[in-house]
């Protein structure tokens, strides 16, 4: 039974139902008449198979034609609306972007976009004159490139008040299909020029001025641009995991601080307390020495002169038990060196060499060889030798200071009546002598104690002791104060600068080096010698917007708002200011320094690519703008 063609007509389109058999899934159907399956190698008979009747065949038949039917009706009725949607809605004049549209749909009149008490006709739009005071109705011409808020007036809006001369539109709109749609400056509107790098259509060239045609190039643009663009997620997605690393180790940095702050705030605490004992030690140390009785100014006792001699002659024979060791060591160097050398003389000499002097010399070497010599010092007299060589105050062998006590006189005896008295009552005695004593002389009455004009040692030592704690107790609170300040500084947004604090990069540049150490310094350095320059110190973090192009490589800055570092307080300028520097901070994949120029005298720029602003912009640290690669 042969399948009828059905013809459908939906305007100048025609299907037959066998056409869009492609269409619908493909059922493989048995012929009607007859028992053979060939022709068919989709179906091949099996025995388990039953036949198909004859009538569900028919029955298949016309289900399948209907499926086809409204599967061709759908199609017609979806490209109708498509073309009913297509003649209603007007086509956009040359030059307007989709955003725009909305201000070209009347086919009556044209309303100037920001003068909208201005009218016009149509077909005034695009004529190549300006008749909107904001160039709205010319987008696809340069009539208007010159408009500014500057310029004087035209006939069309004399009765407009306070008409605004500012462009209306950002540009002349190319829709570069297969690439991404831009704008163009008014002024590059058939100047002759193909502007592929915005508007890779050719569109703005649509005048052929001169005879220049410019081709269509936003298929080989736009897959480049891909490319790169494929390569810049990438290199985007390897930026900020090392950011996330250089947060990770700036907030374990940052827990260093904070744990050196408690430690030395308890450090401090303790060093308090140390310093407050050590004040009470030295005030009673000064009340005793101040109530010890007045001492003669003579030469003191022959006791304290032998205990002085014997101090001085021991304190000689260590010097020179010392220096006898070190000329011990040179003479066991000089001697092993001669013996290395008649050793190796012995080895290497040539025994029939008739030189009865050499034959004499390597005998007489030989009998010294052979003979016993007593070793000269060992590692246990070394030890022994070391420790009698220290001095007295090392070793603790000897306390000079027990025995250099000035011999007491009658007098003082009568001051140390107390030590005569019974233990119940020595004490009280003592201390009311003593600050009788100590009365007397802050009085006048008597002088104070001195040893021809020296202090005692226990006093000395009371002093500096607490000397010491104070010393100590001053560094500490310095490094607290320091650890504090960094702790408070701005390192941006989650203190991802401290990671990178200290560290520098570099950059060759004509005749010099640029070097950039982060929150640190910026520095110029000439290669052709000489001092380096100083062009800033770090000040502060900073925020500002900029609007530059991307280069295709994503070595740039981009638009939006970027994260700058800013450098004060450089060297001197002759005839001019301190150098300064704004680092100014864009998304990479790496430290690199992309840019440097001189913005005015002795102020510079840098453009720098860092993975610590990637996924951030703006200001200190709750800034969460993006950042583009």
Same mark, same amino acid.
């Given at each position: ?8 007509? =939906?305007?100048?389109?025609?299907? +037959? ?19 053979? *399956?060939?022709?068919?190698?989709? /179906? ?31 199609? =017609?009725?979806? &490209? ?7 003649? &209603?809605?007007?086509?956009?004049? %040359? ?48 009539? =208007? ?52 790098? /915005? ?44 950011? $996330? ?6 907030? $374990? /940095? ?8 408690? +430690? ?100 007489? *070497? ?23 060589? !220290? ?47 100590? /009365?007397?002389? @802050? ?7 001195? &040893? ?16 010491? &704690? ?21 390192? #941006? ?7 990178? !604090? #200290? ?13 950039? =150490? ?26 500002? +917007? ?11 800055? #981009? ?14 300028? *002759?005839?001019?200011?301190? $150098? ?9 994949? %790496?430290? @690199? ?34 950042? @583009?690669?």
């Amino acid at each position: 039974m042969p399948m009828r063609s059905i013809y459908v007509s =939906c305007d100048s389109y025609r299907f +037959t139902a066998p056409e869009m058999m492609h269409h619908v899934p493909r059922i493989a159907v048995p012929p009607l008449f007859g028992n053979t *399956w060939r022709g068919y190698p989709d /179906l091949k008979r099996r025995e388990h198979l039953a036949p198909i009747h004859h009538n569900n065949v028919i029955i298949l038949h016309g289900i399948l034609r209907l499926l086809i039917m409204r599967r061709i009706i759908y199609g =017609c009725v979806l &490209a109708r609306l498509t073309q009913i949607v297509l003649a &209603a809605e007007p086509s956009r004049p %040359r030059g307007v972007g989709p955003d725009h549209a909305k201000f070209y749909k009347s086919t009556d009149l044209f309303t100037c976009i920001s003068n909208p008490s201005i009218k016009l006709s149509p077909s005034q739009i695009n004529d190549d004159y300006c008749d909107c005071p904001d160039g709205s109705d010319e987008p696809g011409t340069s009539a =208007c490139s010159s408009l500014s808020h500057l310029s004087p007036s035209y006939a069309s809006d004399l009765s407009a008040d306070n008409a605004s001369r500012s462009m209306a539109l950002p540009g002349f709109y190319c829709k570069n299909k297969g690439h991404q749609p831009s704008y163009v400056p008014f002024l590059s509107v058939n100047d002759g020029v193909c502007d592929y790098d /915005l508007c890779c259509d050719g569109s703005d060239e649509w005048g052929h001025v001169g005879g220049l045609k410019c081709e269509d190039k936003c298929k080989e643009i736009g897959k480049e641009w891909r490319k790169n663009d494929e390569q810049r997620k990438k290199s985007l997605g390897v930026a900020g995991k090392k950011r $996330r690393e250089l947060v990770s180790e700036a907030g $374990r /940095l940052r827990k260093q601080v904070e744990d050196r702050i408690q +430690t030395l705030e308890t450090e401090i605490q303790g060093s308090v307390l140390k310093v407050k004992s050590l004040e009470t030690a030295l005030a009673d140390a000064e009340r005793q020495e101040r109530g010890k009785v007045v001492r003669s100014s003579g030469q003191g006792s022959k006791l304290g002169s032998l205990i002085q001699a014997a101090k001085d002659r021991i304190e000689e024979l260590r010097e020179s038990l010392i220096e006898v060791r070190v000329q011990r060591d040179t003479g066991k160097a000089r001697l092993a060196e001669l013996e290395g050398i008649l050793s190796t003389f012995k080895a290497e000499y040539n025994p029939n060499f008739n030189d009865e002097g050499v034959k004499r010399t390597v005998r007489s *070497w030989e009998d010294y060889v052979a003979r016993d010599r007593p070793a000269i010092g060992n590692d246990a007299q070394d030890r022994d030798l070391d420790e009698i060589a !220290k001095p007295d105050s090392e070793t603790g062998v000897i306390k000079w200071s027990d025995w250099e006590e000035g011999e007491e006189s009658d007098v003082d005896v009568l001051y140390k009546i107390e030590e005569y008295l019974p233990v119940a009552v020595r004490g009280w005695v003592d201390q009311r002598l003593r600050d009788l004593r100590i /009365l007397l002389v @802050e009085n006048g009455i008597i002088a104070a104690s001195t &040893a021809s004009g020296d202090e005692s040692q226990t006093l000395t030592d009371a002093r500096d002791a607490l000397k010491a &704690a104070q010393d100590g107790e001053s560094s500490l609170r310095q490094e607290l104060s320091g650890h504090k300040d960094d702790f408070a500084q701005d390192y #941006g947004a989650n203190d991802v600068f401290r990671a990178l !604090k #200290g560290q520098c990069i570099s950059k060759d540049s004509g005749e010099y080096n640029y070097e950039l =150490c982060w929150l640190e310094r910026t520095t110029q350095k000439s290669k052709k010698g000489g001092s380096h320059t100083g062009m800033g110190n770090f000040a502060r973090i900073d925020s500002i +917007t900029v609007d530059d192009d991307l280069p295709p490589d994503g070595k740039g800055l #981009g638009s939006g708002v970027r994260v700058a570092l800013r450098y004060e307080n450089g060297q001197h300028c *002759w005839n001019g200011p301190n $150098r300064s520097t704004l680092v100014v901070l864009a998304c990479a994949e %790496r430290d @690199e320094i992309w840019k440097i120029s001189e913005e005015e005298k002795c102020v510079y720029r840098m453009e720098v690519g860092t993975p610590a602003v990637c996924e951030v912009g703006g200001k200190g640290k709750d800034g969460i703008a993006k950042d @583009e690669l």
